[in-house]
């Protein structure tokens, strides 16, 4: 795929879905505090941009009332999609903390405790479970699998931390995982949430078909093994310090590392909801774009805050001498591309309903437009 100009849609990105492993998405722009109009999104207006504050300040500030009603929102209110985003990390929190309980072996449920339990964002699990409400599932359905790409996002973060990999010492505004627990066990704690994220899927999901249930199992492993995150890690540590790295190269590396799981997160919830292949992949191209979306604006934030703004080290991407997209094409031309992906990815919700739609609308732009 030639990257003369590099910035090919999500559609021509999509075409070449046929084998993971050989995908080459698509690149697409974007200012972050953008100047867009409605009128860029779709035609039903329901895409008005949102600037937010992180959800783990928004959890820091407010608590959740008990026995609150089930938040719905208008698309064009901000308030409510705040409200929106407590109510579901909230419930991500309580069910992630019953999940994962302090027992024998101390030591490694303590270590996968500091990391799950650390805050975060919790995009994956609202976004698996925004897409199962969309067709008709309820959050209830969703929850395990939400729980279990959290958990699988977070083995991630915790080895991705180690010396040997990103050598990091501070994440989510926290010390590392290996800085309290050492190299040893953070190898191990991470090893065990992957492993009990399936367990969880398949013992906790209820009142769905058993072959949905095998179905997101199937999903999810493809999407963090040699043929998605693992592939764009491996990938990406290989590509340390070579000068010879360019777009499509680049591309191929977030689209596995990032977006995979972020897809996955989708899917899973489509699937669990009930939707037909057709709306599966509708749902994995907008989750595709959104995915690559959230990689760009992190290359972004890497070079433009700081690491007590972003909660992690910021420019050691820059240390460590790693491609980036604004390293190959310039900040300006990276927000383009962000822009341009958050369009093209609200662009395949154009056939579903507009209220059931408005969390996975908001979501996108809060990708978009967030600060760390």
Same mark, same amino acid.
């Given at each position: 795929?030639?990257?003369?100009?590099? $910035?090919?849609?999500?559609?021509?990105?999509?075409?070449?879905?046929?084998?993971?492993?050989?995908?080459?998405?698509?690149?697409?722009? *974007?200012?972050?505090?953008?100047?867009?109009?409605?009128?860029?999104?779709?035609?039903?207006?329901?895409?008005?941009?949102?600037?937010?504050?992180?959800?783990?300040?928004?959890?820091?500030?407010?608590?959740?009332?008990?026995?609150?009603?089930?938040?719905?929102?208008?698309?064009?209110?901000?308030?409510?999609?705040?409200?929106?985003?407590?109510?579901?990390?909230?419930?991500?929190?309580?069910?992630?903390?019953e999940a994962v309980l302090l027992q024998e072996?101390?030591?490694? *449920?303590?270590?996968?405790?500091?990391?799950?339990?650390?805050?975060?964002?919790?995009?994956?699990?609202?976004?698996?479970?925004?897409?199962?409400?969309?067709?008709?599932?309820?959050?209830?359905?969703?929850?395990?699998?939400?729980?279990?790409?959290?958990?699988?996002?977070?083995?991630?973060?915790? *080895?991705?931390?180690?010396?040997?990999?990103?050598?990091?010492?501070?994440?989510?505004?926290?010390?590392?995982?290996?800085?309290? $627990?050492?190299?040893?066990?953070?190898?191990?704690?991470?090893?065990?949430?992957?492993?009990?994220?399936?367990?969880?899927?398949?013992?906790?999901?209820?009142?769905?078909?058993?072959?949905?249930?095998?179905?997101?199992?199937?999903?999810?492993?493809?999407?963090?093994?040699?043929?998605?995150?693992?592939?764009?890690?491996?990938?990406?540590?290989?590509?340390?310090?070579?000068?010879?790295?360019?777009?499509? *190269?680049?591309?191929?590396?977030?689209?596995?590392?990032?977006?995979?799981?972020?897809?996955?997160?989708?899917?899973?919830?489509?699937?669990?909801?009930?939707?037909?292949?057709?709306?599966?992949?509708?749902?994995?191209?907008?989750?595709?774009?959104?995915?690559?979306?959230?990689?760009?604006?992190?290359?972004?934030?890497?070079?433009?805050?700081?690491?007590?703004?972003?909660?992690?080290?910021?420019?050691?991407?820059?240390?460590?001498?790693?491609?980036?997209?604004?390293?190959?094409?310039?900040?300006?031309?990276?927000k383009e591309f962000a822009e341009k992906l958050?369009?093209?990815?609200?662009?395949?919700?154009?056939?579903?309903?507009?209220?059931?739609?408005?969390?996975?609308?908001?979501?996108?732009?809060?990708?978009?437009?967030?600060?760390?």
């Amino acid at each position: 795929m030639s990257l003369v100009n590099p $910035f090919v849609t999500c559609s021509q990105m999509n075409n070449l879905q046929s084998s993971r492993s050989r995908l080459t998405p698509s690149l697409l722009p *974007h200012p972050l505090k953008n100047k867009l109009s409605i009128s860029h999104f779709s035609p039903n207006s329901i895409t008005k941009p949102f600037i937010l504050s992180p959800i783990s300040a928004i959890l820091a500030k407010e608590q959740q009332e008990e026995g609150k009603t089930t938040q719905t929102f208008s698309p064009s209110s901000t308030s409510n999609f705040k409200a929106y985003m407590l109510e579901k990390a909230s419930s991500v929190n309580k069910a992630l903390e019953e999940a994962v309980l302090l027992q024998e072996p101390l030591k490694i *449920h303590e270590s996968m405790r500091y990391s799950l339990l650390a805050g975060g964002k919790r995009v994956r699990p609202m976004l698996c479970i925004a897409a199962c409400e969309l067709v008709g599932g309820e959050e209830s359905t969703a929850m395990p699998s939400a729980c279990a790409v959290e958990m699988i996002h977070t083995m991630s973060l915790m *080895h991705d931390d180690l010396p040997f990999m990103d050598n990091d010492d501070l994440r989510r505004g926290k010390p590392t995982n290996h800085k309290i $627990f050492g190299e040893d066990v953070t190898v191990l704690a991470g090893d065990a949430l992957l492993a009990y994220a399936f367990e969880h899927m398949a013992v906790a999901t209820k009142g769905v078909p058993s072959e949905r249930i095998v179905r997101v199992i199937g999903e999810l492993a493809k999407c963090i093994g040699s043929e998605g995150l693992v592939a764009g890690q491996v990938v990406d540590i290989c590509s340390e310090g070579n000068s010879d790295v360019g777009l499509d *190269h680049l591309e191929f590396i977030h689209i596995h590392k990032t977006a995979a799981l972020l897809e996955g997160s989708v899917v899973l919830g489509a699937i669990l909801g009930g939707a037909n292949d057709q709306e599966v992949e509708k749902l994995r191209k907008f989750a595709r774009c959104i995915g690559l979306l959230f990689q760009v604006v992190d290359d972004i934030l890497d070079v433009t805050k700081s690491s007590q703004e972003l909660g992690k080290t910021a420019g050691k991407d820059l240390l460590a001498d790693k491609t980036t997209y604004p390293k190959l094409i310039g900040i300006d031309k990276s927000k383009e591309f962000a822009e341009k992906l958050n369009r093209e990815a609200q662009e395949q919700l154009a056939g579903f309903d507009p209220q059931k739609a408005a969390p996975l609308i908001a979501l996108a732009n809060y990708i978009a437009y967030r600060d760390n």
